[in-house]
C-alpha cells in the first residue's frame, strides 16, 4: 500500500482544479474560463486499489497585486510544502511560458515533477509535439503526460506516474472522505463560480461570498442557504443586483441547481448583496469571508 500528497499547481487558467476534480470523479474545486478562479488550497483524496493519493489544488501562480494574491500565492507555497510530488499543469495551447519555466527549472531539482500537458484537445499534433519537445529540455522533470482533464483523456497514465511517486503507508483518510472541505465552504464557491461565469469586467475578482446561514430542515428534505455576496464598490453593488434584480436572479438560479446536487435535496437560497470595500486588501475582512490568512503564516 501507498500513500501520499501531490499538489498540482500550475499558471492561472491551465486547468487545475478541472483535472482534480476529473481525477476525484467529484466537484472538489469550482472552475470557470477566468484566470484567478481558486483562491485557496484544497485537497482532493483518491482511492485506488493500492493506493491513497491526496491531491492538493491550488491557485493559478501570478504576481500578487492586493493581500487576497498574497494570501492565494502563500497558498501556493503552502500546499507545495512537504508533499511528495508536483503535478505542474500546462496548457497545450499556451506552451513553455516564462513563468513555467521559471518553475520547472527552480522545483525539479527538488521535489519530483510531473508535467500535465492539458488541453490536448484543443491543439494540432504537431504543435503538441512542439511542446513536448521543448519540455524534454528538463531533465529533472520525471515524466511529462499530455492530458485533457476536461474529455478525462489519458487520466490513467497520469494518475499511474503520481502513484510512482508515493511512500508506502497506509490509508490517510476513510474512503468515503473525498474531500477536507465543507459543505458551507463547497456553498460560497459555488456562488461565486456562478458570480464568475455571469457577470463582467473587473465586477466577478471582487466577488466574496459569505455563508450566512446552512441549515437543514428537521421536518422536511429541505436546506435554508442565506448567504451574502460581497462586493467592492457601490456601483459594483448594482451590477450585482442588475436591472429588477434580474442579475441576481440569474446567480440564484444557476446556483441553486448545483447547491441542491450538493445538499441531497430541495434548497431555498436567498442572497444579499453587500458593500465591503477594499476586502481584498483587509486582513480582517479576507479572515470574515473565509480566507485564512493567520493560519498560513504558520
Ligand atoms: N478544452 C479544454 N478546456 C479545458 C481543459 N481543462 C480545463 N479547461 C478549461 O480551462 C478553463 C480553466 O479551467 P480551471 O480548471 O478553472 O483552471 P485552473 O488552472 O484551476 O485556473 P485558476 O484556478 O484560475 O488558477 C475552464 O474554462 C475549463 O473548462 C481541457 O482539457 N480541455
Ligand atoms: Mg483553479
Known amino acids: 500500500m501507498k500513500s ?9 487558467n491551465a486547468g487545475k482544479s478541472t483535472l482534480i476534480n476529473a481525477l476525484v470523479g467529484e466537484k472538489v474545486a469550482i472552475v470557470s474560463w477566468r484566470p484567478q478562479t481558486t483562491r485557496n488550497k484544497i485537497l482532493g483524496v ?33 500546499g507545495l510544502k512537504d508533499v511528495d510530488g508536483v503535478i505542474y499543469v500546462i496548457d497545450a495551447a499556451k506552451g513553455v511560458r516564462e513563468e513555467d519555466d521559471g518553475f ?7 521535489v519530483p515533477v510531473i508535467v500535465a500537458l492539458n488541453k490536448q484537445d484543443t491543439v ?14 528538463y531533465k529533472d522533470v520525471k515524466a511529462v503526460v499530455p492530458v485533457s482533464a476536461k474529455k478525462g483523456e489519458n487520466l490513467d497514465a497520469l494518475l499511474a506516474e503520481a502513484e510512482k511517486l508515493l511512500p508506502e503507508g497506509g490509508r490517510m483518510y476513510p474512503d468515503d472522505m473525498y474531500t477536507d472541505r465543507t459543505m458551507r465552504f463547497m456553498a460560497a464557491e459555488i456562488i461565486r463560480e456562478k458570480a464568475l461565469y455571469l457577470l463582467d469586467k473587473e465586477v466577478p475578482y471582487g466577488i466574496g461570498v459569505h455563508i450566512n446561514k446552512f441549515e437543514m430542515r428537521e421536518d422536511k428534505p429541505v436546506c435554508d442557504i442565506d448567504a451574502d455576496v460581497v462586493c467592492e464598490k457601490q456601483s459594483h453593488k448594482a451590477i450585482v443586483i442588475g436591472r429588477g434584480g434580474e442579475m441576481l436572479k440569474k446567480i440564484a438560479t444557476a446556483a441553486r441547481e448545483d447547491l441542491e446536487e450538493l445538499a441531497g435535496c430541495k434548497v431555498f437560497l436567498t442572497l444579499y448583496v453587500r458593500v465591503k470595500a477594499e476586502w481584498r486588501d483587509s486582513d480582517y475582512l479576507m479572515r470574515e469571508l473565509g480566507y485564512d490568512v493567520k493560519d498560513l503564516k504558520n
Open 124 to 137: 494540432t499534433r504537431d504543435t503538441l509535439f512542439a511542446v513536448l519537445e521543448k519540455l524534454n529540455a
Open 104 to 110: 520547472l527549472s527552480a522545483k525539479a531539482g527538488s
Open 46 to 78: 483518491v482511492n485506488t486499489e493500492d493506493a491513497q493519493i491526496v491531491f492538493i489544488d491550488t491557485p493559478g501562480i501570478h504576481q500578487a497585486r492586493n493581500k487576497l494574491g498574497k494570501y492565494m500565492m502563500q497558498s501556493v507555497a503552502s
Open 4 to 12: 501520499g500528497f501531490i499538489c498540482i499547481a500550475g499558471m492561472p
